[in-house]
Nanobody
Framework: VQLQASGGGAVQAGDSLRLSCQSS????????MGWFRQAPGKEREFVAS????????LYADSVKGRFTISRDNNKNTVYLQMNSLKPEDTAVYYC????????????????????WGQGTLVTVSS
């Protein structure tokens, strides 16, 4: 599985961005998908994740109510809609795929994800 993230950019606080992550594989619906981010000098942290079918979602407390994860299995794409962006959201955002069975819990653990995209930079200025 190869993942290609896009949609990052430089915005002002309060603005919105939508990140996209497209998978090159034909088995996209076999993977739970997640978004993580890494700010300069910090460890990679969980942002949001979604089950294979999209019926279960998890969010980091820091983004809950502002970010929305979604997926389109027909387009092999997962999205992260980011609203009300804050300077502390500045980071490189990575999408990741976790090969799991349909009923598996959605993971927030960076070590459980099998495949990673290259990252897309989001910069939020005040």
């Amino acid at each position: 599985v190869q993942l290609q993230a896009s949609g990052g950019g430089a915005v002002q606080a309060g603005d919105s961005l939508r990140l996209s992550c497209q998978s090159s594989g034909r088995s996209f619906n076999l993977y739970a998908m997640g978004w993580f981010r890494q700010a300069p000098g910090k460890e990679r942290e969980f942002v949001a994740s979604m089950s294979r079918s999209g019926d279960r979602k998890l969010y980091a407390d820091s983004v809950k109510g502002r970010f929305t994860i979604s997926r389109d299995n027909n387009k092999n794409t997962v999205y992260l809609q980011m609203n009300s962006l804050k300077p502390e959201d500045t980071a490189v955002y990575y999408c990741a795929a976790d090969r799991v069975i349909m009923t598996a819990p959605v993971s927030t653990d960076v070590t459980e994800y099998d495949f990673w995209g290259q990252g897309t930079l989001v910069t939020v200025s005040s």
